[in-house]
């Protein structure tokens, strides 16, 4: 069955990098895109990027707070997608999960079919 497996989130201060891992199996994922989500408490889930699976095409959210800071990427052949994140902030403490659709609505999290357990990032000051 499909598994996404986050890795690499962890407790950073506050202009600091993390790049969180997303490992794919148990599908081609061909047509599909892959996202990176994050849901901070009391809040809903909320789009931060994705990636096409077959043409590497990247998609960010237009929320101003984090334009320019987080870079998808995917690695096709170890079947893994990155988020790199630069100068967080503390605003940036969430769950981020990752997530596969073929839906084409790549910034709506209802239209995923599959999703990670998620990997938790703490930006301290």
């Known amino acids: 069955q499909v598994q996404l497996v986050e890795s690499g989130g962890g407790l950073v201060q506050a202009g600091g990098s993390l790049r969180l891992s997303c490992a794919a199996s148990?599908?081609?994922?061909?047509?599909?895109?892959l996202g990176w989500f994050r849901q901070a408490p009391g809040k809903e889930r909320e789009f931060v990027a994705a990636?096409?699976?077959?043409?590497?095409?990247?998609?960010?959210t237009d929320d101003a707070a984090m334009k320019g800071r987080f870079t998808i990427s995917r690695d096709s052949a170890k079947y893994t997608v990155y988020l790199q994140m630069n100068s967080l902030k503390l605003e940036d403490t969430a769950v981020y999960f990752c997530?596969?659709?073929?839906?084409?609505?790549?910034?709506?999290?209802?239209?995923?079919?599959?999703w990670g357990q998620g990997t938790q990032v703490t930006v301290s000051s």
């Open positions: 997530g596969a659709s073929n839906k084409g609505w790549v910034q709506v999290a209802d239209e995923y079919d599959y």
């Open positions: 990636i096409s699976w077959t043409g590497g095409d990247e998609f960010y």
């Open positions: 148990g599908h081609t994922f061909r047509g599909y895109d």
